[in-house]
């Protein structure tokens, strides 16, 4: 569908669709430009205030994921006027201002819309360096993966719609996904990786197989070396799982070459469809330990090595125990 848009030959954009990053950035002059986003969710938990600490997150990410600091930020609401108590919303907004805030920005406007069913999130503007753009198209054969979230997410929080997780697990999910993706965006800049991209819808294979069609290249994943939320375990082997995963997981076929032993369980929490997930960063193999040092300064929630970055234009994704 995309491709029958039309297309914008502007010299001044510097990303735009054609590789399916994270933002949009415009060149300002030789040393600025603007980086763009848009992104917005369906509440994933029940209490409001943490709706919007986790919707203002996962709109954030998208600006970090491309090395950039945001600037502000504009609220886009959909609530159900008359329908539920406009004290809801003044809560989600409040989450929202206050992650903004944590990540240096203000919030100076917006827009709503009378919708049936809730909707929060931002537009993002953000500031970088024309020189310093982190893509998603730019991994080099032999870069490490490094991945700063556990996966599971999306079938926790399903899980959360049918009352079949503990309070405890609700918190630990929340505070994962109302982490903002700051400290590890800074640590990437600080070392000079080659590439990244968030880990969000699309889980952590498909937003692994833009980066490794985008740049050209293969990847192969170690399974045993992804964090992975314990809980999610049991909940898929009882059946639970967001539609969202379920398409992750049908679309990659061809794009993933499992290993025998990698069974249907692992394979869908891979493909699982994360809100507010982790940044996946494509590093030179010299500068991993570097990386990984400054994650843990930056008390990043996962500092895993998961895999590297292996030679295969078609670029196909092999995972191995």
Same mark, same amino acid.
């Given at each position: 569908?995309?491709?029958?848009?039309?297309?914008?030959?502007?010299?001044?954009?510097?990303? !735009?669709?054609?590789?399916?990053?994270?933002?949009?950035?415009?060149? =300002?002059?030789?040393?600025?430009?603007?980086?763009?986003?848009?992104?917005?969710?369906?509440?994933?938990?029940?209490?409001?205030? /943490?709706?919007? =600490?986790?919707?203002?997150?996962?709109?954030?990410?998208?600006?970090?994921?491309?090395?950039?600091?945001?600037?502000?930020?504009?609220?886009?609401?959909?609530?159900?006027?008359?329908?539920?108590?406009?004290?809801?919303?003044?809560?989600?907004?409040?989450?929202?201002?206050?992650?903004?805030?944590? *990540?240096?920005?203000?919030?100076? &406007?917006? %827009?709503?819309?009378?919708?049936?069913?809730?909707?929060?999130? $931002?537009?993002?503007?953000?500031?970088?360096?024309? *020189?310093?753009?982190?893509?998603?198209?730019?991994?080099?054969?032999?870069?490490?993966?490094?991945? @700063?979230?556990? $996966?599971?997410?999306?079938?926790? @929080?399903?899980?959360?719609?049918?009352?079949?997780?503990?309070? /405890?697990?609700?918190?630990?999910?929340?505070?994962?996904?109302?982490?903002?993706?700051?400290?590890?965006?800074?640590?990437? #800049?600080?070392?000079?990786? %080659?590439?990244? @991209?968030?880990?969000?819808?699309?889980?952590?294979?498909?937003?692994? %197989?833009?980066?490794?069609?985008?740049?050209?290249?293969?990847?192969?994943? /170690?399974?045993?070396? #992804?964090?992975?939320?314990?809980?999610?375990?049991?909940?898929?082997?009882?059946? +639970?799982?967001?539609? !969202?995963?379920?398409?992750?997981?049908?679309?990659?076929?061809?794009?993933?070459?499992?290993?025998?032993?990698?069974?249907?369980?692992?394979?869908?929490?891979?493909?699982?469809?994360?809100?507010?997930?982790?940044?996946?960063?494509?590093?030179?193999?010299?500068?991993?330990?570097?990386?990984?040092?400054?994650?843990?300064?930056?008390?990043?929630?996962?500092?895993? =090595?998961?895999?590297?970055?292996?030679?295969?234009?078609? &670029?196909? +994704?092999?995972?191995?125990?």
């Amino acid at each position: 569908m995309l491709g029958r848009l039309p297309q914008f030959n502007d010299p001044r954009i510097l990303v !735009g669709a054609e590789t399916s990053d994270d933002a949009a950035v415009y060149q =300002l002059d030789s040393g600025q430009a603007i980086v763009q986003t848009v992104d917005y969710i369906t509440p994933v938990v029940d209490d409001p205030y /943490s709706c919007g =600490l986790i919707a203002a997150a996962n709109s954030l990410s998208d600006i970090y994921a491309m090395g950039a600091t945001p600037l502000f930020a504009l609220n886009i609401v959909g609530f159900p006027v008359g329908s539920l108590p406009l004290s809801i919303l003044g809560e989600i907004l409040r989450g929202g201002a206050d992650k903004v805030r944590e *990540a240096g920005a203000p919030i100076i &406007g917006g %827009h709503s819309i009378d919708d049936p069913e809730p909707k929060y999130g $931002l537009v993002v503007t953000g500031l970088i360096d024309p *020189a310093k753009i982190f893509k998603n198209s730019t991994a080099l054969i032999g870069d490490d993966l490094v991945l @700063t979230k556990p $996966l599971g997410l999306g079938i926790i @929080t399903t899980a959360i719609k049918r009352s079949k997780v503990t309070e /405890s697990t609700i918190d630990m999910a929340v505070a994962l996904m109302a982490t903002l993706n700051k400290g590890a965006s800074e640590a990437m #800049v600080a070392v000079g990786a %080659h590439a990244c @991209t968030d880990v969000t819808g699309f889980g952590l294979l498909g937003h692994l %197989h833009e980066m490794t069609a985008g740049s050209k290249v293969g990847a192969r994943v /170690s399974l045993s070396k #992804v964090p992975i939320i314990p809980e999610t375990w049991d909940l898929v082997r009882n059946g +639970i799982c967001p539609g !969202g995963t379920k398409r992750n997981f049908e679309s990659l076929q061809g794009a993933v070459v499992w290993d025998p032993e990698i069974h249907t369980e692992a394979q869908l929490i891979l493909c699982d469809a994360q809100t507010s997930g982790g940044l996946l960063i494509a590093v030179p193999k010299d500068r991993t330990t570097a990386l990984m040092q400054r994650l843990r300064e930056h008390k990043t929630p996962a500092v895993a =090595l998961i895999g590297e970055i292996i030679e295969d234009p078609n &670029g196909r +994704i092999r995972v191995e125990p």
